[in-house]
Nanobody, 115 residues
Framework: QVQLVESGGGLVQAGGSLRLSCAASGSIFSSNVMGWYRQAPGKQRELVAIIASTGSTNCADSVKGRFTISRDNPKNTVLLQMNSLKPEDTAVYYC?????????WGQGTQVTVSS
């Protein structure tokens, strides 16, 4: 049974920073992809950033230069450092794990950026 537990969301003013953390537990094999997606009200869920166990990353153009994704492989943890936040970053952020061809999702954490 794989579980993803997120933490770190909240309310911040534009220009501020937040850090999201997600810990995976269960039968986690070393080769996997972890990351973050987000969904704003009335919009589809979209990729924010992902990172493979090799360290290779991919992120949305809208967050490049502002968000940084990292991971701690022994702890099966992925972090998302979000700087220079904008009101349009407001969304529910979901932790994501791709493991042996199957996708897993966290429960989501709200990030609200006020103008």
């Amino acid at each position: 049974q794989v579980q993803l537990v997120e933490s770190g969301g909240g309310l911040v003013q534009a220009g501020g920073s937040l850090r999201l953390s997600c810990a995976a537990s269960g039968s986690i094999f070393s080769s996997n992809v972890m990351g973050w997606y987000r969904q704003a009200p009335g919009k589809q869920r979209e990729l924010v950033a992902i990172i493979a166990s090799t360290g290779s990353t991919n992120c949305a153009d809208s967050v490049k230069g502002r968000f940084t994704i990292s991971r701690d492989n022994p702890k099966n943890t992925v972090l998302l450092q979000m700087n220079s936040l904008k009101p349009e970053d407001t969304a529910v952020y979901y932790c994501y794990l791709l493991l042996l061809g199957r996708s897993y999702w966290g429960q989501g954490t709200q990030v609200t950026v006020s103008s």
